[in-house]
């Protein structure tokens, strides 16, 4: 009996050792949190910084009131999350600062995916596809490129993707803007060159100033994608990613798109570059 009990004994320990070490080399996988919520203040309410300054996608109205494709884009992915949004107004080349400091859980502006900038925040999916265009005044004919556009006076605004491409064109002089609709009139009249922009952003400023004299030229010099700019590793990601998913399959970013902007979208990808 003594013998027994021995074993047992024995037996007991070696089975408790063994779960010490599996329980010590396995490893330990981070658990998701099980909803989606607000780092910044109210759990509740997102926190979303944004410039209004680019319609469609975001602006105010005359009385305000923040419109667009963009503004109904994250109220409807914050509705799916069971969350609301206090949208902050940012400058432009501050929005991903708002990011990095933690004072933002997101930011949409048009906002176009790179790998530059995914070094320092996140993105989610992609929703909306879209590419640089270069404005010029209707009667131009020597500007039919961007290499036709060195030594050219071109409006551009800080901190975007069309910035960063006309920088690379040779012996340029880059104007920088704090709004759309005055680089455009510039343009109009004559001030510079051209303006290299975002081609629904353009389109979409061209109409609300109601200026004629400008047009796009044809190319597009990129493709790019549209996506929610996040915090590092931020919790919220994989949530967002699939309220975007369901947003695209059962068509709401299509009616959207309509909404906005009169016809339907192009196609995107999963990952935006």
């Not at 037996?11 to 981070?30: D, H, M, N, Q, V």
């Not at 990011?99 to 992609?126: K, V, W, Y």
């Not at 993707?161 to 002089?173: D, F, I, R, S």
């Not at 996040?230 to 709401?252: C, E, F, Q, R, W």
Request: aromatic fraction near 8%; glycine fraction near 6%.
């Amino acid at each position: 009996m003594g013998h027994v009990n021995q074993r047992r004994h024995f037996l007991t320990a070696l089975a408790s050792g063994l779960l010490f070490i599996l329980g010590c080399s396995a490893p330990t996988l981070p658990l998701a949190p099980p909803r989606a919520r607000s780092y910044v203040g109210d759990p509740d309410q997102l926190v979303v910084s944004t410039e209004p300054a680019f319609p469609p996608f975001v602006y105010q109205t005359a009385t305000g009131e923040l419109v667009g494709f963009d503004v109904d884009l994250m109220n409807e992915v914050a509705r799916r999350l069971g969350l609301k949004v206090d949208f902050a107004y940012i400058p432009f080349d501050g929005l991903m600062a708002t990011l990095e400091a933690g004072t933002a859980d997101a930011s949409i502006d048009a906002i176009t995916i790179t790998a530059r900038r995914d070094e320092t925040i996140d993105f989610s999916r992609p929703y909306f596809s879209s590419g640089l265009a270069v404005a010029v005044r209707r009667d131009e004919t020597s500007i039919a490129s961007l290499s036709d556009l060195a030594g050219k006076k071109i409006a551009v605004k800080l901190g975007t993707t069309g910035a960063e491409l006309a920088a690379q064109v040779p012996n340029t002089q880059l104007i920088t803007f704090d709004s759309a609709e005055k680089a455009l009139l510039d343009l109009e009249k004559g001030n510079v060159d051209a303006v290299i922009k975002d081609k629904p952003t353009t389109l979409g400023m061209l109409t609300m100033a109601n200026i004629k004299d400008v047009r796009l030229l044809d190319q597009l010099l990129t493709e790019e994608y549209y996506g929610i700019a996040l915090p590092p590793n931020s919790p919220n990601k994989p949530h967002i990613d699939a309220v975007l998913s369901d947003m695209l399959a059962d068509g709401t970013i299509a009616a959207l798109h309509r909404k906005w902007f009169g016809y339907d979208p192009e196609p995107v990808p999963e990952v935006g570059y």
